[in-house]
């Protein structure tokens, strides 16, 4: 066997780990909802969430990834490096790749054991902002990219918060809080649902299907507009229908008895919500995974290290999955910080937080923020709890995961400059010979 397939192959266990990593941590999220809601088990949890992580990560999942992740660090200024000999930018770039995907996968591994809900997408940037600090020097990082990351941690969890919180106020003012809830449920779920649907559909075709409605020219904006907004009455309709069948002979029962046959109505849709944001994170964050990765396999293969490179099927498939692996094995934790300690979640309340964070993770997509999906849906969780008062959240919990989020990008960097600097020492040369030769 060539030792170019050995490097392919650790790099491919490294890649794996961190698709574990992925599913542990930034997947548990999406079904945190559903599960601190009671609306769906663990186990349940897992399945879903794995089915729709993979689906989405390999089915429309991006075929042609950006060699450094969100254009922290480009390529050319590795190559510009005075001095270089024949086959020493590539053999750098794939030191540098292995080291962030590697350190980027300690560090979730490490959150992950204390059930902290970190961003994977800040954690690999981190990394690879380290090694090419290190590699190329301070000016090869793109520090204007670098501040919209570290404005995201203000701006995704504040804006997925206020937004849950105004959602579920509305909730509580115009069904829960009503001397008939039940009737009142049957008016204005509905309207929920229009919402929820027209959200679901948008940040699939935009976040999920991206990747693919490229070869799709007739799938423009105002036609991707028009057939949500279609699905959404839809879905309003049958919501209207659904409500009376459910709710129609529970109206003269005591409120207490009607309000959990109003949260029973909620339940199917937290559960269509957080498979919704499943699908979209695994479409999206795979790349997190297996797109240093892909650069590696790509160098080893070519020596070229362009900004692009194509991702084989079979890699989507090994980050997809690792990712079901991850969640399966390891994803309780983070599931149960996220849905039960920080505050008591109900499906209504749950509801109310889904349609927040994909909502706001959908139009600072469209703004072109970076931000994280875990960030802000944390931030809407947060949200409707402090609907209920500022008793509503565990603030203790709430000041471990904000810490958390803040040590992420420099821990990531200094664990990447330090494996860096050790695999320069030990492999460039090797390395070299083998890409030069």
Known sequence: ???TTYIIILTAVIGLYMAWNIGANDVANSMADAVGSKAVSIKQAVILAGICEFAGAVLVGSHVTKTVRKGIVDPLAIAAIPGLQD??????MVLGMTAALLCAAIWLNVASIFGMPVSTTHSIVGAVAGFGIVAAGVGSVNWGKMSQ????????????GLMAFFLFKFITKNILGRTRPARAAMIYTPYIVFLLVLVVCMATIYKGLKHVTGNMPWLTDDVSLFLSIGLAVLGALLAKFYC?????DKQELSIAKQLDAVENVFVPLVIISSCAVAFA????????AIGPFAAVVHILQTGDIGM???????ILCLGGGGIVLGLATYGHRVMTTVGTKITEITPSRGVAADIAATATVLICTRMSLPVSTTHTLVGAIMGIGLARGLGGIDRDVAKSIFGSWFITVPIAAVLSMILFVIGRALFLEPLIRVIAG
């Not at 086959?87 to 750098?92: H, V």
């Not at 009376?244 to 129609?248: A, D, G, P, S, V």
């Open 281 to 288: 994170h695994g479409a999206n964050d795979v790349a997190n």
């Open 149 to 160: 990351i570290v404005a995201s941690w203000f701006i995704s969890p504040l804006a997925g």
């Open 87 to 92: 086959g020493e930018a590539a053999a750098l």
């Open 1 to 3: 066997m060539e030792i």
């Open 244 to 248: 009376r069948y459910k709710l129609q």
């Open 308 to 314: 692009e490179v194509g991702v084989p099927f079979w």
